[in-house]
């Protein structure tokens, strides 16, 4: 079992930066295509981004694309989301997701393991 541990969540004016990290909690190293998914309040639990294992190959939401970049440090066992131009409607709990297998996904059901979310709130 892995057990993901995000930070770097706050609160932020539009137009501002962040950056969230997501790293397993003990031993544990990430070998696993990674992603990040945000939950607003009323809304479901969407797709931002994906990032394989090698950090070759990334996948974007296009309501992020240009905006937010995903990276991985895999000798620092640790994902990063660079969030820049925030908007208000970048407000949500953020997630970070393992997923098992070699390939990348971009729905919540194709990954197994989860953190407990860092809040972001973008005020206007």
């Known amino acids: 079992h892995v057990q993901l541990v995000e930070s770097g969540g706050g609160l932020v004016q539009a137009g501002g930066s962040l950056r969230l990290s997501c790293a397993p909690s003990?031993?544990?190293?990430?070998?696993?295509?990674m992603g990040w998914f945000r939950q607003a309040p009323g809304k479901e639990r969407e797709f931002v981004a994906a990032?394989?294992?090698?950090?070759?190959?990334?996948y974007y939401a296009d309501s992020v694309k240009a905006r937010f970049t995903i990276s991985r440090d895999n000798g620092k066992n640790t994902v990063y989301l660079q969030m820049s131009s925030l908007k208000p409607e970048d407000t949500a709990i953020y997630y970070c997701?393992?997923?098992?297998?070699?390939?990348?996904?971009?729905?919540?059901?194709?990954?197994?393991?989860w953190g407990q979310g860092t809040q972001v709130t973008v005020s206007s």
């Open positions: 003990g031993r544990t190293f990430i070998t696993y295509p």
């Open positions: 997701a393992a997923k098992l297998g070699q390939s990348m996904g971009i729905t919540a059901d194709q990954y197994a393991y």
């Open positions: 990032i394989s294992w090698s950090a070759d190959d990334t």
